[in-house]
């Protein structure tokens, strides 16, 4: 059918059929898919139109931005891509209701317009891609962090760049070779896109405004202003908000109490969190959270918090009492601050006679534990997903492998240009070739030898497959980054950068692929051309690399004091912390001299073996008891890793979290789920947005200027003596002496 209005800006048809397709009677093999996903595609709506690039742009640039501004605040936030698929609707619609519609060079082939019509589903779907690309943190950037403001060495911003470029972009060619087989077959389903498939279908229907009620857009504004306005009291006139540890204020000279009270530096029994950028600061929106979730999720932080830490701390575990009960930080023997820069000699390398002369690091007890239990959740999710998906993953893959017949949606698909197979190998022989240079070239800045770029890539393409399988099916993703660690710090130890970029290039690159391929599968379901969808991936990945780098250089050469803990600044980059800490366990020391025959935290592997034996407990109850479908919903993975992110989270993020979570996912869900299916996703991104716009509005207006409140209320936590050890005769400053 010929399109009677001008192509839409940079725009081309990729399809001359009907305009809508449906094969009728047809539909998706997965359940889940066949209920959310439409099976009709209209391939005359126009894709690379104007409203496209002006807010695709847009959103990339602000989520970029603010992700990384807020990435080393004391509560970080996380803005999620959801907030910009909410915020556009309205914009996008405003600016195709009053952009010209005149068509320019009519008759020629440059022929464009400005506004080929109404605002539709698949502009708001790349849109949404660019924002995903701003919307995650650039791990990169961590490398940057770590040697310019922990260690205190020189690396220059054009290297930095490469870093920060060949990581992100890098993932496109693992996601190329394999996205045959993670995205084009039914049984790669990829669950997690099905949340925004339902979130775009119920933007995209006409919403009818129920008497006395509003409208999804009307609540979004409303809900924003309020987020907008409440922030301006946790965030600058009361940040005790963030963290309220009443038992501190019964108890203000008790060392044991604020360490069970403290939600920031302690326990965090009772301590509530009434601030949205404490509750979703790292584990990202409870509203989005099923239930399920939740709950493994709140069980494993209850078993770690409130069982496993105090035990081992009163019973002086590995010295327990001589350091605080929770702290990332690292220490000598008699409990004091390690002194990590003695110990690296002028090659920014390991003085292994000052380390021997200084003696061996030693961490809090929780801080080791954190370590057993991402042990543990490792091999837990390996056992759990051979016993509970085995099975079902060996017929889906090998489906995937020789599946002939298409389902609806890769018929519908098939209608588009596909991206060529040498497009995505021209871009990892590319990233290659530069990483290896760079490395190679500047190597007295990365320390990485050729032959680590190598074996990086090696650990990332064998395990891009099947962790895309897992993922695909069952939306659990096995992280890669302790067993990167652990390789290059074993072969190579000494050289902390070294390790760093061994793990970005060795697990971000996977981490970057799955995403890729997740991206590829909604636009998949979403029926966006596929050359298209590259185009916005790609442009969308280097616009967020550069934005979070910038910003990021930009507050490590303004902000005095960046990343110190010991003041009340609230730039103190928790995350950062644990990854220079990681940097100088892994890299700098070594595996060897922490967790293997030379360390004091042997015992810590111990966890491996209790990760693996914890899912065949659960798979055997379920086969001792099968009319119990409650044992099913133990997922142990999930469970055991629920403190995967503690530190740099601490309990109040955990415990505001888990209460909301539950309002949310169990009693809205449960006795109201007209209100829950129509407002909550809603909700939960204007809280993100209103929240982001004030956190900005306050840096520029008072931050820069230094302009602050100092009283009570603006004591964070109200616990000093939370991070005091309880050893007899440990002197820690600000702390009082146990006798």
Known sequence: MEEESATPLLSTREDEDDPLVNEVGENSPIEQVALTVSTTDDPSLPVLTFRMWVLGTLSCLLLSFLNQFFWYRTEPLSITAISAQIAVVPLGQLMAAKITDRVFFRGTRWEFTLNPGPFNVKEHVLITIF???????????????????????????????????????????????????????AAMWWPANLVQVSLFRALHEKDERSKGGVTRTQFFVIAFICSFAYYIFPGYLFQMLTSLSWICWIFPKSVVAQQVGSGLKGLGIGAIGLDWSSISSYLGSPLASPWFATANVAVGFFFVMYVVTPVCYWFNIYEAKTFPIFSDDLFTSSGQIYNISSIIDNNFHLDSAAYERQGPLHLSTFFAMTYGVGFAALSATVMHVLLFHGREIWEQSKSSFNEKEMDIHTKLMSKYKQVPEWWFWCILVANIILTIYACEYYKDQLQLPWWGVILACVI????????????????????????????????????????????????????????????????????????????AQVVGTVIAALVYLGTAWWLMETIPGMCDTSSDSLWTCPGDHVFYDASVIWGLI???????????????????????????????????????????????????????????????????????????????????????????????????????????VLYMCLGLQNINIDWWGNDLDGCPYASCPTAKGIAFQGCPVAS
């Open 131 to 185: 924002a995903n690309s701003g919307a995650g943190t650039v791990y990169a950037i961590h490398v940057v962090t770590a040697v310019k403001v922990f260690y205190g060495q020189h690396i220059s911003f054009f290297v930095s760049l490469i870093v920060v470029i060949t990581t992100q972009v890098l993932g496109f060619g693992w996601a190329g070779i394999y996205r045959r087989y993670l995205v084009e077959p």
């Open 590 to 696: 070594g595996p060897r001299k922490i967790f293997g025959d030379q360390g004091t935290y042997g015992m810590v592997n111990w966890f491996f073996l209790g990760g693996a034996v914890a899912p065949v407990l659960v798979w055997s109850a379920t086969k001792v008891f099968p009319n119990q479908a409650w044992i099913r919903m133990i997922n142990m993975p999930v469970l055991i890793g629920a403190c995967g992110m503690m530190p740099p989270a601490t309990a109040v993020n955990y415990t505001s979290w888990i209460i909301l979570g539950f309002l949310s996912g169990f009693v809205a869900y449960r006795y109201m789920p007209d209100l829950w299916q129509r407002y909550n996703y809603v909700l939960s991104g204007a809280l993100d947005a209103g929240l982001a716009f004030m956190g900005v």
């Open 460 to 535: 990332a393409i064998f395990f891009t497959l099947p962790i895309g399988i897992i993922t695909a099916i069952t939306n659990q993703s096995p992280g890669l980054n302790i067993i990167t660690e652990y390789i290059i710090g074993y072969i190579y130890p000494g050289y902390p950068v070294a390790n760093m970029c061994f793990k970005v290039y060795g697990y971000i690159s996977m981490t970057q692929a799955i995403t890729f391929l997740q991206d590829f599968k909604l636009g998949h379901y979403m029926k966006i051309p596929p050359r298209t969808m590259f185009m």
